[in-house]
Nanobody
């Protein structure tokens, strides 16, 4: 069983930055592909970025060059550094874990989910 707890959300002005963290329980963290997803009101959930246990990454086009996903396997934590934030980045951001990369990048269904953290970007 893996539990995921996100933190780091908040309110920021357009052009600002936030760093989200997702702390995972369990001893097999490095075996899981990890991802960050987001869901805005009235919109479908979308995969923002993902990272393999070895550090290979995926980003959706709209965040490339602005967001960076990373992980520290020794700390069982995955991060999402979000720079140059835009109002359209406003959403609840969720951390997810899955044992297979293919499932991770096709946006689920995932083995484990966090509870989400709100990110609001004001114009």
């Amino acid at each position: 069983q893996v539990q995921l707890v996100e933190s780091g959300g908040g309110l920021v002005q357009a052009g600002g930055s936030l760093r989200l963290s997702c702390a995972a329980s369990g001893r097999t963290f490095s075996r899981y592909a990890m991802g960050w997803l987001r869901q805005a009101p009235g919109k479908e959930r979308e995969l923002v970025g993902a990272i393999t246990g070895g550090g290979s990454t995926y980003y959706r086009d709209s965040v490339k060059g602005r967001f960076i996903i990373s992980r520290d396997n020794a700390k069982n934590t995955v991060y999402l550094q979000m720079n140059d934030l835009k109002p359209e980045d406003t959403a609840v951001y969720y951390c997810a874990a899955d044992s297979t990369w293919a499932t991770m990048i096709k946006a689920g269904p995932y083995d484990y989910w966090g509870q989400g953290t709100q990110v609001t970007v004001s114009s």
